[in-house]
C-alpha cells in the first residue's frame, strides 16, 4: 500500500499570510504515459464532511478559490493557501489514486489562525 | 440537488451488526463507483470499503474490514449499503458515503462527492 506523510501536524498561520502543506508518498503516483500525478486534496472544516479542492495534484475543484493551489510530482507535493483566510481553517488531507484499493489518506493537516 | 444521504447509525453493543444506507439524488449512481470511508473520533480519514461503478460486480475492502463488512448497492433504488457485522469497539466513528470520479484507468479515483455521515457507536 502507498503511505502518505503529510507535514506539519498543525500550524497556525496570520490572516494574509501563505500556509504551505506537503505530503509524501511512499512511491512515485506519477504515471509517464499520461504525464499525470495521481493525487487529490481534501479541505475538512470543523463538524463537516471532507470536500474535494484538487485532484491531478495541481487541478483545481469548480468553485475552490484560487488562493488554493497545489503542486509537486512523483512523491513530493504541497498544497499552498496564498493568502489565509478565516474561512480557511480546518484540516486538509491528501490522498493517492495511482494504486487502489486501497484508497489511502495523509494523516492531516490542521491549519488555524495566528 | 446533487447529494448522498447516510443513514443507519447507531449504538450497538460489540459483536453487534448496523446496515448503513447512503441514498443518491441529483445524479446517476450507477454510472460511479462508490465508498465507504470513516472517521473515528478526533482522528483521520480511512477508507473502508468501495464499489465498481455498474452493477458492482467488484467490491473492495480495507484489511482492517475484510471478511466483518459488506458494501453492495441498489442502482434501482439510487442506494448503497454498508452491512457490518461483528462490531468492534474501534469500529466506532463517522461513516461517510462518497462518490468517486469516473475515471477507467484505476477502479477507485478521487471522491469528488461527500454525504455528512451516519455516526456508529460500538460500546457496552
Known amino acids: 500500500d502507498i503511505v502518505l506523510t503529510q507535514s506539519p501536524d498543525s500550524l497556525a498561520v496570520s490572516l494574509g499570510e501563505r500556509a504551505t502543506i506537503s505530503c509524501k508518498t511512499s512511491?512515485?503516483?506519477?504515471?509517464?504515459?499520461?504525464?499525470?500525478?495521481?493525487l487529490a486534496w481534501y479541505q475538512q472544516k470543523p463538524g463537516q464532511p471532507p470536500k474535494l479542492l484538487i485532484y491531478?495534484?495541481?487541478i483545481r475543484e469548480s468553485g475552490v478559490p484560487d488562493r488554493f493551489s497545489g503542486s509537486g510530482s512523483g512523491t513530493d507535493f504541497t498544497l499552498t493557501i496564498g493568502s489565509l483566510q478565516a474561512e480557511d481553517v480546518a484540516v486538509y488531507y491528501c490522498?493517492?489514486?495511482?494504486?487502489?484499493?486501497?484508497?489511502?489518506f495523509g494523516g492531516g493537516t490542521k491549519v488555524e489562525i495566528k | 440537488e446533487v447529494q448522498l444521504l447516510e443513514s443507519g447509525g447507531g449504538l450497538v453493543q460489540p459483536g453487534g451488526s448496523l446496515r448503513l444506507s447512503c441514498a443518491a439524488s441529483?445524479?446517476?449512481?450507477?454510472?460511479?463507483?462508490m465508498n465507504w470511508v470513516r472517521q473515528a473520533p478526533g482522528k483521520g480519514l480511512e477508507w473502508v470499503s468501495g464499489?465498481?461503478?455498474?452493477?458492482?460486480?467488484?467490491?473492495y475492502y480495507a484489511d482492517s474490514v475484510k471478511g466483518q463488512f459488506t458494501i453492495a448497492r441498489d442502482n434501482s433504488k439510487n442506494t448503497v449499503f454498508l452491512q457490518m457485522n461483528s462490531l468492534r469497539v474501534e469500529d466506532t466513528g463517522l461513516y461517510y458515503c462518497?462518490?468517486?470520479?469516473?475515471?477507467?484507468?484505476?477502479?477507485?479515483?478521487?471522491?469528488?462527492?461527500w454525504g455528512r455521515g451516519t455516526l456508529v457507536t460500538v460500546s457496552s
Open positions: 462518497a462518490r468517486a470520479a469516473p475515471l477507467r484507468e484505476v477502479l477507485i479515483s478521487y471522491l469528488d462527492l
Open positions: 441529483g445524479f446517476t449512481l450507477s454510472t460511479f463507483a
Open positions: 464499489i465498481d461503478a455498474g452493477s458492482g460486480v467488484g467490491t
Open positions: 512511491q512515485s503516483v506519477f504515471y509517464s504515459s499520461n504525464n499525470k500525478n495521481y
Open positions: 491531478w495534484a495541481s
Open positions: 490522498q493517492q489514486y495511482y494504486t487502489t484499493p486501497p484508497v489511502t
